[in-house]
């Protein structure tokens, strides 16, 4: 309409003066436009998306936080739980012992659904540079099904900024399922162009060789791993981001909040943790420590914590790859979340948890993959942690041995590459780590004045926790002593005069009767219910009951007494396996 006006005018030259004012006009028109470019990317840089299946079309945008069109009456919706009907629940079990969570819940759901912004509320007023680094995605699966790998991408794209998303790589790792085949290549195409690639492993990588071809195939600046069934929540890329682009060595965890896997509701896990570690080289959470806080300046600063969990991280592309990447004879799953979290605080950068990025993770209580490598003989955490342990941790492997006494001496294949990092990198040593990265660690054989395994050399059976769980109290039984062969039996007997283990401390559970049992609970250095001496007469004195250790009339298994003290009694005599000197 407008050229063809234009045409007409000139056509005719009926008039120079209104040429002059077309021209005006058009070059006036043309800065006005550059300039709303500017102020608002939004409309030109939004990508149109197609339909996500389940619920309306939603115009996936990129470049805002909003929330979509709302699915009205979707199930699973603001992050609410999936109840099934009674006739979608049929042989549910089935499903839930192959898949190890609800997949039914989970095709119920839009693939691109709200859920609860679980930030801190002083994380929504902060302001971020336009010219923070890209980010890579990279997810990796085996097993894995549609829904939740696609709900994953889509809040990704969804809550990205779109100048910050340089891509998102899926890394099939040989899955079985066939709608993760050609028909997941043909969606990505159709749906995301070449924002989403999809590449395949040639041969069973394991999640960690996995990650790190995903990682070779990046282009952003920074490489962000999410496991395949994660959701990520408003706002979860930025502070990342902006945290990477003030220090290139600092690699960043998200806070993980719980997706359930049994109706897959969405919930919020707030800020209490950081990541330790057993000896025994699996990961746990701990309370964040009062020196942590302080260091604070704000509640929502990102913090040190000693080791992630491993899934869900951010780093800088290159240093990723300059300190090492992933160490790529791990097979299968386990040991890699430990081994770059030493290494990274050992080599000079530091491990961060980010409290205003928040990413989902549905908790499975299996897996829907073999676990069995081929060099692992089954047991791949247990060799993968020995080349982690053997690489990083000096002569405090002795204490994962400890635990995995059968896998001295086997085989962990070379680990010179490794050792390799390690010295051109200049690292310093575990002790170090443990000193000021992980002062809260409890070392079983530092400043104690016996430990070992605790023995009544009459009837040569020792105190034993009988391999039960010590998150939650359990009770101090006995067991045929087995000359260091099982860590159920290691026990420190500490200069502030617990009587203890890794995590837990023996306590009295009762009082003034002549039998009390004892148990292991929480430690506590104020509590004088867990005060112990080992007198010289050899007996073991509870302090605050002035009771004695008992094994009278006892045999394997049996829970031990504590009973009014006789120190000539053989019942009551006991040998620490080693004493200390100093
Ligand atoms: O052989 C495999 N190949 C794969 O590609 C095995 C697994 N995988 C994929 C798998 O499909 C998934 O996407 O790897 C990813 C992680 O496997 P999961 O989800 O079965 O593992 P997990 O959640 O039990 O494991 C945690 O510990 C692992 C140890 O190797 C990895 O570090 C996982 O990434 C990690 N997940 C998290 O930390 C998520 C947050 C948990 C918390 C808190
Ligand atoms: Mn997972």
């Given amino acids: 309409m407008l050229s063809s006006h234009l045409y007409w005018f000139l056509y005719r030259r009926r008039n120079k003066f209104l040429i002059l004012c077309i021209i005006i006009f058009c070059t006036l028109f043309y800065f006005h436009k550059n300039d709303t470019q500017q102020t608002s990317k939004t409309k030109d840089q939004s990508i149109k998306l197609k339909n996500i299946e389940h619920g309306k079309k939603i115009r996936v945008n990129r470049d805002t936080y909003s929330t979509p069109e709302p699915c009205q009456g979707c199930p699973g919706e603001n992050g609410q739980g999936v109840q099934l009907t009674a006739e979608e629940s049929v042989n549910l079990d089935a499903v839930m012992k192959k898949e190890f969570f609800n997949l039914r819940a989970s095709e119920k759901i839009s693939l691109w659904r709200s859920i609860p912004d679980t930030r801190d509320p002083l994380c929504k007023s902060v302001?971020?540079?336009?010219?923070?680094?890209?980010?890579?995605?990279?997810?990796?699966?085996?097993?894995?099904?549609?829904?939740?790998v696609l709900r994953t991408v889509y809040s990704v794209l969804n809550r990205s900024p779109k100048h910050l998303l340089k891509e998102v790589i899926l890394v099939d790792d040989q899955s079985d399922i066939e709608e993760m085949g050609q028909r997941l290549d043909d969606y990505c195409e159709e749906h995301f162009g070449d924002l989403v690639r999809v590449l395949r492993a040639p041969v069973r990588f394991g999640l960690i060789k996995a990650k790190n071809y995903g990682a070779k195939n990046a282009t952003g600046d920074v490489v962000i791993f999410l496991d395949a069934h994660c959701e990520a929540n408003v706002g979860w890329l930025e502070p990342l981001l902006l945290r990477i682009k003030e220090k290139r060595s600092a690699i960043l965890c998200p806070g993980i909040d719980m997706i359930s896997d049994t109706n897959l509701g969405y919930g919020?896990?707030?800020?209490?943790?950081?990541?330790?570690?057993?000896?025994?080289?699996?990961?746990?959470?701990?309370?964040?420590?009062?020196?942590?806080?302080?260091?604070?300046?704000?509640?929502?600063?990102?913090?040190?914590?000693?080791?992630?969990?491993?899934?869900?991280?951010?780093?800088?592309?290159?240093?990723?790859?300059?300190?090492?990447?992933?160490?790529?004879?791990?097979?299968?799953?386990?040991?890699?979340?430990?081994?770059?979290?030493?290494?990274?605080?050992?080599?000079?950068?530091?491990?961060?948890?980010?409290?205003?990025?928040?990413?989902?993770?549905?908790?499975?209580?299996?897996?829907?993959?073999?676990?069995?490598?081929?060099?692992?003989?089954?047991?791949?955490?247990?060799?993968?942690?020995?080349?982690?342990?053997?690489?990083?941790?000096?002569?405090?492997?002795?204490?994962?041995?400890?635990?995995?006494?059968?896998?001295?001496?086997?085989?962990?294949?070379?680990?010179?590459?490794?050792?390799?990092i390690r010295k051109r990198l200049n690292c310093k040593s575990f002790k170090w780590f443990l000193e000021n990265v992980y002062p809260e660690k409890f070392i079983l054989d530092e400043n104690v004045h016996a430990y070992g395994?605790?023995?009544?050399?009459?009837?040569?059976?020792?105190?034993?926790?009988?391999?039960?769980?010590?998150?939650?109290?359990?009770?101090?039984?006995?067991?045929?002593?087995?000359?260091?062969?099982s860590a159920n039996q290691f026990f420190s007997l500490?200069?502030?005069?617990?009587?203890?283990?890794?995590?837990?401390?023996?306590?009295?559970?009762?009082?003034?009767?002549?039998?009390?049992?004892?148990?292991?609970?929480?430690?506590?250095?104020?509590?004088?219910?867990?005060?112990?001496?080992?007198?010289?007469?050899?007996?073991?004195?509870?302090?605050?009951?002035?009771?004695?250790?008992?094994?009278?009339?006892?045999?394997?298994?049996?829970?031990?007494?504590?009973?009014?003290?006789?120190?000539?009694?053989?019942?009551?005599?006991?040998?620490?396996?080693h004493y200390s000197t100093t």
């Avoid at 023995?455 to 260091?484: M, Y």
Wanted: with cysteine.
């Fill in 127 to 148: 302001e971020y540079p336009p010219d923070l680094p890209t980010a890579s995605v990279v997810i990796v699966f085996k097993n894995e099904r549609w829904s939740p």
């Fill in 268 to 420: 919020g896990t707030g800020d209490g943790s950081i990541g330790g570690f057993w000896w025994s080289l699996h990961f746990n959470w701990i309370p964040i420590p009062q020196r942590i806080r302080d260091a604070q300046k704000t509640r929502i600063e990102p913090y040190p914590s000693p080791t992630m969990a491993g899934g869900l991280l951010a780093a800088h592309r290159e240093y990723f790859f300059e300190i090492g990447g992933y160490d790529d004879d791990m097979e299968v799953w386990g040991g890699e979340n430990l081994e770059i979290s030493f290494r990274v605080w050992m080599c000079g950068g530091s491990l961060e948890f980010v409290p205003c990025s928040r990413v989902g993770h549905i908790f499975r209580p299996g897996h829907p993959y073999n676990m069995t490598g081929a060099k692992g003989k089954g047991d791949v955490h247990g060799r993968n942690s020995m080349r982690l342990a053997e690489v990083w941790m000096d002569d405090y492997k002795r204490f994962y041995y400890m635990h995995r006494y059968d896998l001295k001496g086997k085989d962990f294949g070379d680990v010179e590459d490794r050792r390799e």
């Fill in 453 to 485: 395994e605790v023995r009544n050399p009459s009837t040569s059976l020792c105190l034993d926790t009988l391999g039960k769980d010590e998150k939650g109290s359990i009770q101090l039984a006995v067991f045929s002593c087995q000359n260091g062969a």
């Fill in 494 to 577: 500490t200069k502030t005069d617990q009587l203890r283990r890794e995590d837990t401390c023996s306590l009295s559970t009762g009082r003034g009767s002549d039998s009390v049992g004892v148990a292991l609970s929480q430690c506590e250095y104020s509590d004088k219910n867990q005060k112990w001496t080992h007198e010289k007469n050899g007996t073991i004195i509870h302090h605050p009951s002035k009771l004695c250790l008992d094994i009278e009339g006892l045999k394997n298994n049996d829970q031990i007494n504590l009973k009014k003290c006789q120190p000539n009694k053989p019942s009551q005599q006991w040998l620490f396996e």
